[in-house]
C-alpha cells in the first residue's frame, strides 16, 4: 500500500515500490477453520491457474490467508491470446484494419499495452472453462474462499500521477492517455466525463455568478439558459464519447460482451446462423421478473417517501412551531434519525436491487450491470432529490394546510413531559428554506461527501494499522519472509486489505450532482459556482482514491459511460419541466404561493411546463442537428482509416494497377490516349480488312486538332446559310 507520504516524499523510491517481481495478479485466499476443506481448495485454485498457462507462487499473509501470485509463464501464449482478441475486436468492427497475418510484425506496430496485458490475464484467471479460463470466481461457489483478485499498484506512476495533477489546472489528452494506459478504457472515460464537464461548468458559473447578482432567485433567463447548457453538454457529450472510443480504438468494444458465470440456462439450442449450440432462457421468464421493477420502484418511493415525510414533518414542528425547552437540541433530531436510519435503509434498497438483478438472470455482466445501474439510479433520484421536492411543492404551496396536521407530534410530546402543555408559536411559511436546502446540498454535503470518500478511509485505515502493530508487540510474526522479499510482500499484504475501486460510485455522485444543476439550481444561481470548485477538487481526490485508498482497478474496456449516460439526458428533460415550475411559483416579489394552494394559477402552471418542455425538445433538436453538421476528430479518423481499408483491399485483391492514380485530365494527356486507340484501331482494321460501319465511323477524324478544324468550318457554314 502506497501513502501520501510515500507518493510527495522526497525519499519516497523506496525499493519494495519500484518493482512488482514480474507479478500479473495476487489471488487472495482465505485460510478457514476447516483446514481439509481449505486445502482442498487451494489445490483446486492452483490446478486451475496451471491448467490455463498461469505459473504460480505462494507467500504467506497475514494470520488467516495466503497470497498466490501469478504471472503468464510463457509470453508467447499470451500474445496468441491477445492476437485473437484483436481478430475479435475486426470481425466485430471495433478496430477498421485487420491485424497482420505476420503475428511478429502485429505486434512490433501496436506493442501490447499494460492494461491490454493485465485484462487478458483477468480473464484467462475468470472466463468459464468452456471458453478457455480457470473460472475462478471470487467469492462464489468453489471459490468462496478467494477473496479477491487484483493487480499491483505501479507506484513509481501513480507518484508522478499525482504529483502532476497537483500542479494542473486542466487535464488533456495525454492525462487521459496515460489513465487509460495504466487502468483501461473504463477508467479513463469516467476521468474524461469529469474533466469535459468541469470545463463546460466555467460558462455556468460565471453566469451563474452575474445572476445572483443581478437576476437574483428564480429567474426565468437564468433557468432558460441553463437549461440550453445542460442539452448543450449532454449532446456535446455524446460526440465526444465517440470521439474517444474511435481515438482508443474500442468503438463498437460494448457489442463484444463478457459472459456471467452465475447465469442459468433453461435449454441448449442451435443457433440459427452459426449452428452452434448456445445456452438458452425463456425471455418471458426474464419479462416476468422485470416487470418486478415496478413495485421495486413505488417500494422505493414509499419506504424513503415515508421516511423524508416523516422527518421533514418533524423538522418543521421542532424548528417553526415548537417553542418550548431544548430547542436549538431538539432541532437536530430529524438530522440524527436520517443520519441513523437513510445508510442501512439504502443499503437494504440496494441489496434488494441486487438480488432482483440477479433474479432477472442476464447471461452476460453488461446486461446485468446496466440493469442494476438503472436501479440504484432510482434510489439514488429518491434520496437525493426528495427533501427539496417536498419543500418546493409541498411546503411552500401547502404548508398552511398541513401545519394543523402536526398537531400529533404536540399531543404525542405532552404525553412525556412532565408538563401539562407545550409551547408553541404561530406557524408561518419559511420562504428562505429552500435557497438554505440547496446551499446544504451543494456545499455542506459536498465537503462531508469528500470528507467520507477520502479523509475518512485513510484515517481508518491508518489506525487499523496502528491498533494491529500495538497487537502484534511481543507476538512471533505469522511469516518468515526472505529478506530480500519482506518489504515487498508487506507492501503486498496491505493493497489485500484495500477496498476494490468500482467506478459506479463515482459516476452516481456525479450524476446526481449533475442533477441537483439541472433540477434546482434556479433556487440558488451559485450552484455550478459550488460544483466547479468542488469537481477541481473531485479530479485529484478520485485519482488519489484510486493510488491510495484502492486496490488497482482491473483495466476494463468501455466505449462510453454506460446507463449513466441515460441518467444524463433523464435528468436533463426532467430539469426543464422542474425549473419552469419553480420558477412560476416563486418568481416576482412575494416568492412563492405562501402556503396557501388558492395563490396558485394550476392552468398557468400546466401551461408554463408545457411550453418549458416543447421549448427544450425544440433545442434539443437544434442542437443534436447543429453538432451532427460539425466534422469531429474521431470520424475523420474512422474516415482515414476506412478508405486506407478499401484501398488496401483493392490492391490485395485486383493489384496496385487498379489503384494507380490515372493521368490528369488535360487535352495533352486525352490527344495522346486518342491518337494511340485510333492508331491501333487503324493497324487492326487494315490487317484485317473490311471494318463495320460503327469502326469507320469513329476513323473519319484523326485526333483533337482535326474534329476542332472540322468542327469550326461547319459552325462558319451554317453562320454563313443563315444570313
Sequence with gaps: MSSLRSLYASNGDLPELKTNMDVDYVVHYNITSDRAEADAGFTQLIEALTRVG????????DESSVLVFVKVASERYLTSHIYRERVQDWLYSVRITAPEKDVSKEFTNQPVTEAERLRTVYLLITKPKNQGGAGITPNVGQWKYVTSIFPLHDHVFNRQWIKQWSTKYFLDEKDLDQIRDKFGESVAFYFAFLQSYFAFLLFPAAFGFGAWIILGRYSWFYATVNSLWSIVFFEWWKNKEVDLAVQWGVRGVSQIQRPRTQFKWDHEAADVVTGEAVKVYSPIKRLQTQLLQIPFALGCLSILGALYVFCFSIEIFLSE?????????????????????????????????????DRENYETIDAHHAALVRKLFIINFITSYTPLFLSAFVYMPFGNLLVPYLDIFKITAEKFSSEKTITTQGFQINPDRLRKQMIYFTVTAQIVNFALEVVVPYVK??????????????????ANDVPDEHAFLERVRNEAKLE????????????????????????????????????????????????VSSQRPIPWRADSIGPWLNALGFL???????????????????????????????WGLLLSILLSEHIYLAAQFAVRYALSQMDRPGLQKERAERF??????????????????????????????????????ARRISTQGGGSPQQLFWLRQQGMDETIQIGRKLISQTKAAKN
Excluded at 498461469?54 to 499473509?61: D, I, N, Q, T, Y
Excluded at 436549538?328 to 437513510?342: C, D, G, M, Q
Excluded at 428533460?573 to 405562501?594: H, N, Q, R
Aim: glycine share 8%; hydrophobic share 40%.
Design 461 to 478: 485505515r491508518s489506525a487499523f494499522n496502528e491498533v494491529e502493530k500495538i497487537q502484534s508487540k511481543g507476538k512471533a510474526t505469522v
Design 572 to 602: 436533463s428533460w426532467v430539469g426543464s419541466l422542474v425549473s419552469s415550475a419553480i420558477v412560476y411559483l416563486f418568481s416576482g416579489d412575494s416568492e412563492g404561493p405562501g402556503g396557501e394552494p388558492s395563490n396558485i394559477v394550476a
Design 54 to 61: 498461469l505459473a504460480s507462487e505462494v507467500r504467506p499473509g
Design 321 to 357: 412551531i415548537y417553542n418550548g425547552p431544548f430547542k436549538s437540541y431538539l432541532t437536530f433530531t430529524p438530522t440524527i434519525i436520517l443520519t441513523a436510519v437513510l445508510p442501512t435503509l439504502s443499503t437494504i434498497l440496494g441489496n434488494f436491487a441486487e438480488q432482483l438483478t
Design 500 to 547: 476494490i475501486y468500482d467506478v459506479t460510485g463515482d459516476y452516481r455522485e456525479m450524476v446526481v450532482q449533475f442533477g441537483y444543476l439541472s433540477l434546482f439550481s434556479a433556487i440558488w444561481p451559485l450552484t455550478p459556482l459550488s460544483f466547479l470548485i468542488n469537481n477541481w477538487v473531485e479530479l485529484r481526490s478520485d485519482a488519489m482514491k484510486i493510488a
Design 644 to 681: 486506407n481499408m478499401r484501398k488496401q483491399a483493392l490492391e490485395e485483391s485486383l493489384g496496385p494497377d487498379v489503384t494507380a492514380k490515372p493521368l490528369p485530365p488535360t487535352p495533352q494527356a486525352g490527344e495522346k490516349i486518342t491518337l494511340e486507340s485510333l492508331e491501333s484501331e
